[in-house]
């Protein structure tokens, strides 16, 4: 099955979404700081990251996955967002965001699942 | 009650003595009120010593000729009609009389009725002159008032801090004052002048929009607009129809407000209620997350789980609830309707009560506290709540912060007006540039060392606020990996 790496400052929502893609027998890694996501992701090259947007971090979610495609590494990212309905931020894909999809917080196990999957089966094809 | 009229006065002064008395008796059945003189001389006195209506004057007297007295009367009182009488009427003295101002003559030997037409002629005329000197005087008061009002209402308007300017519809400018003119950021406009390219587009539309309405409503049409950019300048342009009293469109009247303060506090307000939100949802959404599991079936989560993300989610409302009575007080200091109770607060009690309170915490992470706290300590005025509140936020910072087995020590002595309070900690310490961020809200320092220490960010912000609110100060220095020592000072000398 697929590695999947979870990256997010918050322990409970790590542990949250390990438990969910793990009972769909999915291996997880996580971290969480931005710097030791980027540490998981060239060490352990997963096959999907899901990436928080870490507003508090000095160098938050959209810093890394900008540093991550600069490092030629195109790994599909989901970006967990907690806070884009709230200030009426809207995420879009583009240069800034190199993003594949976003997920609104709290996660719903279902949808967490179904994106997951589809971004998968997306590289899957391109393969 | 009756009218007082005021009684028409005639002078008659001649030095006939019968006709003189005569023509007074003949008057005074008429109603008139008459004085009389005998001579020149005394016809000039009189008639100088009030104003007559009539004045009837004998020309050849054996002081003083008629003329002259004429000459006197009318250089004091313009206004009395004169008339001369004489026996030797003639062509130039006739001429000459009313040269001098005399209304008519009358020829001697004249019948009473001769007297009294000529005297009610000259009573009609006086009327007139008076009727149109109090008419003329009314006016021009008038006319004073009006431009004494006038130039009031345009100090006014020069005064307000409000941009005034005022266009009729062919868009000239009518009426402008300075205020206007810095609000718009225009130099080099006059009175007349087409002002449609000057001004900002989102006026000209609504002016525009205005004039085009086939019916004007009295309806006051607002927008906004950036003049300076980056909310340097932003004014708020209010423009009004002024109608004419025909009901057709006269003008627009253009009020100009400087709303910058306002969208900056906007500004601030909305960062704010962002970053609130923000904090509220983390700890919401992770609540929710370990639910929507625990209620997910398919997952198949242990018993043993359940129970473990339950507690985690009461942690996480915990420090939810936590954060609610932070902002709380937060706004409640800053609406300033937190009831004080400001007594003698004893620094030394309400540190060791607060050492009371965090005990738990400090026997958890085995941190020893050290004070040196001065004797007989002066007390301040202040509310106990907000001192202890003060102390457990710095307190509980310092022992979350502080490595285990560390120490705190707590000094507090008088330095002049002041008492001054140090707690030092062996904790982490901070980076310089945390330093500088530490006092806003929401700002919690973020590094390897910080991982698992829970607050709300708003601890120290509520320090500085208390503070700041008695007068005093706070300061802090730290060095990273070694400690932080917060330094405050409070006035002893509070009224």
């Known amino acids: ?127 | 009650m009756a009218v007082e009229v005021k009684k028409v006065c005639i002078l008659i002064v001649d030095d006939e003595k019968g006709l003189r008395i005569g023509a007074q008796r003949l008057l005074e059945d008429e109603g008139y009120e008459v004085e009389t003189a005998d001579c020149g001389e005394e016809g000039i006195r009189i008639g100088k010593s009030k104003e007559f209506d009539v004045a009837i004057i004998d020309l050849k007297m054996p002081d003083i000729d008629g003329l002259e007295v004429l000459k006197e009367i009318k250089g004091a009182f313009p206004n009395t009609i004169c008339f001369i009488a004489t026996a030797y009427a003639s062509y130039d003295t006739a001429i000459q009389s009313t040269r001098l101002g005399a209304y008519g003559y009358i020829p001697k030997p004249f019948t009473p009725e001769e007297l009294i037409y000529q005297v009610e002629l000259g009573v009609k005329q006086r009327q007139l002159i008076v009727e149109a000197l109090r008419l003329k005087q009314e006016r021009e008061e008038q006319l004073l008032e009006l431009a004494s009002e006038k130039s009031r209402l345009n100090t006014i308007i020069k005064a307000i801090s409000d941009g005034v300017l005022v266009i009729n519809k062919n868009i000239e400018l009518v009426y402008f004052n300075y205020a206007a003119l810095r609000f718009l950021n225009i130099q080099n406009v006059k009175i007349g002048q087409k002002v449609d390219e000057k001004l900002p587009p989102q006026i000209s539309e609504i002016i525009e929009k205005i004039i085009n309405k086939d019916k004007i409503l009295l309806k006051t049409y607002t927008t906004q607009i950036e003049i300076l950019p980056n909310n340097e300048l932003i004014i708020e342009a209010a423009c009004t129809p002024v109608p004419n009293p025909d009901g057709s469109l006269a003008g627009v009247v253009i009020i100009l407000s400087n709303v910058t303060q306002f969208k900056k506090i906007e500004l601030i307000k909305n960062q704010f209620v962002s970053m609130v939100a923000h904090e509220l949802k983390t700890p919401l959404a992770a609540v929710q997350g370990f639910i929507n599991i625990i209620l997910d079936d398919s997952l198949n989560v242990d018993r043993e789980k359940q129970k473990e993300y339950l507690e985690r989610s009461t942690i996480r409302l915990k420090s939810l609830k936590d954060l609610v009575n932070d902002l709380l007080d937060i706004s409640r200091m800053e609406l300033k309707t937190k009831q004080r109770e400001i007594e003698d607060v004893n620094i030394i009690e309400t540190l060791k009560s607060t050492l009371q309170f965090l005990e738990f915490e400090l026997k958890k992470k085995e941190i020893s506290v050290d004070t040196n706290i001065q004797e007989n300590l002066p007390t301040i005025k202040a509310d106990v709540s907000e001192i202890t509140r003060l102390f457990t936020n710095l307190i509980s910072n310092a022992i979350k912060y502080n490595k285990e087995s560390g120490s705190i020590y707590i000094i507090a002595h008088q330095e002049n007006n002041y008492v001054c309070i140090k707690i030092r900690d062996t904790g982490i310490g901070m980076k310089p540039e945390e330093k500088d961020r530490l006092f806003s809200e929401f700002y919690r320092a973020k590094n390897e060392k910080t991982r698992g220490i829970s607050g709300t960010g708003l601890g120290l912000s509520i320090v500085k606020k208390i503070v700041e609110s008695y007068y005093g100060k706070i300061e802090v220095e730290s060095v990273f990996g070694y400690g932080t020592t917060f330094t405050i000072h409070l006035p002893i000398n509070q009224n």
Request: proline share 6%; aromatic share 6%; glycine share 4%.
């Open chain 1, 1 to 127: 099955m697929a590695l999947i790496a979870i990256i997010d400052d918050d322990p409970d929502i790590l542990d949250a979404s390990s438990l969910v893609l793990k009972s769909k027998g999915y291996d997880v890694v996580t971290a969480s700081n931005p710097t030791d996501g980027f540490k998981i992701i060239t060490e352990r090259k997963p096959s999907l990251i899901i990436l928080d947007v870490m507003m508090d971090e000095p160098d938050d979610g959209f810093f890394l996955a900008q540093k991550l495609r600069r490092e030629n590494i195109q790994t599909p990212i989901l970006m967990y967002t907690s806070v884009s309905k709230a200030i009426g931020m809207d995420f879009n894909k583009s240069e800034m965001v190199p993003v594949d999809d976003f997920v609104e917080k709290p996660i719903s196990p279902d949808e967490l699942v179904a994106k997951v999957e589809a971004l998968l089966n997306k590289v899957g094809e391109k393969k």
